[in-house]
């Protein structure tokens, strides 16, 4: 009997990648495109079509096409992009990052906008959407990974993950009627579904460009942090990931949503559940401004980590800090400095270890669930010393993330979709 495959497809910031894997969680098939080989413009949706469309084909390759069921995507959370009734772009995408210069514009958001919601700020989704609708006579504004599922099934509405940055409140399932007060016309949103949604079968044209089924669903998608938590194999209310990257991000699935907005705590609904999480200015970056990666595993391999360096360090790389406590003045404290480099090493990892702890205790405290198993990425998670360390502070069960492409986080969701 034929192997259901679900395809997930990742556009990140460099480029595209899609995995097949089938029910059992195992990848069949597996293609990675860089954008510069299709454009230098990271902003034009031409390069995004071309290089997700590149992805798809090369795994398709790999698989037997009439095999496929369902196929989900993830763009990077509040890249933003105008479009005419057809779906055709009006004008480049604004990126995540891409800040609003209006600042009239953004005292009428902060003017309207509650406190708790994630539409404040020079990089919400929503300051984007009233920039789209003053430049250009938009039909939509729609999220990236919209405007790329809409190209596969015709239908450009969105997922309750991409829409939280631009004002949806996910636990009433719909936009707020205060973003009408800042003047935008709420028309131009899109239909909103729960990730993992079917949407909509593959259109017919598509389905022949690709030599796929008309039967395949196209379900509703997410945002690239939200797939690459899902890749680690992470699905219970108590499970963590732990992003170990140039800052600390801490993710946990939890039964009700949590949100502290002074520190960014959000949650996003996934799998049924809620997504809560927070992140720390502390992480790699503080390891970089101090250590060669020779001098990290040299001096890593030095140091015994079932026992304590004796020092108090919240390591830093200057004052501010966002999670788990926000406070914008807040000072590194590493000092005093020892002579002994890896003493010295040991304490930041120790400082760091115990910023992750301090970090779920915070997020329990605003009603998360008790951590009960910890999932580790990024390029920390290499560190054997470390993770002996973390294990000390955090006292949980720790298990290796089952993959670390947010592609498989996409295709996990095309199958959850689907099976629900």
């Known amino acids: 009997m034929a192997e259901s495959l679900?395809?997930?497809?990742?556009l990140g910031t460099s480029g595209a990648r899609a995995i097949a894997m089938d029910g059992d969680?195992?990848?069949?098939?597996?293609?990675a495109f860089a954008m510069v080989d299709f454009?230098?413009?990271?902003?034009?949706?031409?390069?995004?079509?071309?290089?997700t469309d590149a992805a798809l084909m090369a795994v398709l390759e790999q698989v037997e096409?009439?095999?496929v069921v369902a196929i989900c995507i993830d763009g990077t959370s509040g890249t933003m992009l105008p479009i005419?009734?057809?779906g055709t772009p009006l004008a480049q995408g604004r990126m995540y990052n891409d800040?609003?210069?209006d600042a009239a514009l953004l005292d009428i958001i902060a003017l309207h906008a509650p406190q708790?919601?994630?539409?404040?700020g020079a990089s919400s989704g929503l300051a984007k959407a009233l920039i789209f609708q003053r430049d250009f006579a938009p039909h939509k504004v729609v999220h990236q990974a919209d405007w790329l599922a809409g190209n596969l099934r015709g239908i450009y509405s969105s997922d309750d993950n991409n829409a939280l940055k631009t004002g949806y409140d996910p636990v009433a399932g719909s936009w707020p009627d205060w973003m009408a007060s800042t003047g935008l016309d709420m028309a131009l949103l899109p239909e909103v579904h729960q990730p993992g949604t079917p949407v909509a079968r593959l259109l017919p044209t598509v389905a022949a460009k690709f030599g796929l089924p008309e039967t395949v669903q196209i379900v509703a998608g997410t945002t690239d942090g939200c797939a690459s938590f899902l890749a680690t194999g992470a699905g219970q209310v108590g499970d963590g990931v732990t992003a170990l990257g140039s800052t600390l991000t801490l993710k946990i699935l939890s039964d009700v949503p949590v949100f502290d907005p002074a520190s960014g705590v959000y949650s996003h609904h996934i799998l049924g559940k809620w997504l809560a999480g927070g992140a720390s200015n502390t992480g790699g970056n503080v390891l970089a401004a101090h250590f060669s990666n020779d001098e990290l595993v040299e001096l890593s391999n030095r140091i015994d980590p079932s026992q304590d360096s004796g020092l108090d360090y919240y390591p830093l790389i200057k004052p501010g800090e966002r999670f788990p406590v926000a406070d914008p003045d807040r000072p590194p404290a590493m000092v005093p400095v020892p002579d002994d480099r890896a003493l010295f090493l040991q304490a930041i990892l120790e400082g760091i270890a115990a910023i992750e702890a301090r970090g779920y205790a915070r997020l329990a405290e605003l009603g998360a669930p008790k951590l009960r198993c910890l999932r580790t990425v990024g390029g920390g998670a290499n560190n054997p010393v470390w993770s002996r360390i973390r294990n000390r502070y955090l006292n949980t069960d720790i298990q290796p993330a089952a993959h670390n492409q947010a592609a498989y986080g996409v295709a996990r969701l095309a199958l959850y979709g689907v099976g629900r």
Request: overall charge negative; glycine content about 10%; charged content about 35%.
């Open 84 to 86: 005419d009734a057809d």
């Open 39 to 51: 454009g230098s413009n990271h902003r034009d949706p031409a390069v995004w079509k071309q290089v």
């Open 99 to 101: 800040a609003c210069e």
């Open 116 to 120: 708790e919601t994630a539409a404040r």
């Open 6 to 10: 679900y395809i997930g497809l990742d």
């Open 25 to 31: 969680g195992n990848v069949a098939g597996e293609a």
């Open 65 to 67: 096409r009439e095999d």
